[in-house]
Nanobody, 113 residues
Framework: QVQLVESGGGLVQAGGSLRLSCVASGSRIIFSILPMGWYRQAPGKQRELVAEITAGGSTNYADSVKGRFTISRDNAKNAVYLQMNSLKPDDTAAYYC?????WGKGTLVTVSS
């Protein structure tokens, strides 16, 4: 069974920064070969892709976060990170880590204006 645990969310003022972390565990995962993704869901909206990273380190970002967010991974720690800079109130959402069909429970990010 795979577990994904996110952390690092919180309340921040517009223009501020946060770094989210997601650590994967489970007896059968081979973390280093799996693509990872960060998604978010704001109240009343559908869940959307924020950023994803392949096993080889290639990245893809939603247009709304390009130039502000950076996804990275540390295979030795089974971890994926999301550095979020220049945060906007529109970034307020629950942020979820995804690996294949498995999801974490999310971490809440609130950006005040």
């Amino acid at each position: 069974q795979v577990q994904l645990v996110e952390s690092g969310g919180g309340l921040v003022q517009a223009g501020g920064s946060l770094r989210l972390s997601c650590v994967a565990s489970g007896s059968r995962i081979i973390f280093s070969i799996l693509p990872m993704g960060w998604y978010r869901q704001a109240p009343g909206k559908q869940r959307e892709l924020v950023a994803e990273i392949t096993a080889g380190g290639s990245t893809n970002y939603a247009d709304s976060v390009k130039g502000r967010f950076t996804i990275s991974r540390d295979n030795a720690k089974n971890a994926v990170y999301l550095q979020m800079n220049s945060l906007k109130p529109d970034d307020t959402a629950a942020y979820y880590c995804r690996m294949n069909s498995d999801w974490g429970k999310g971490t809440l990010v609130t950006v005040s204006s």
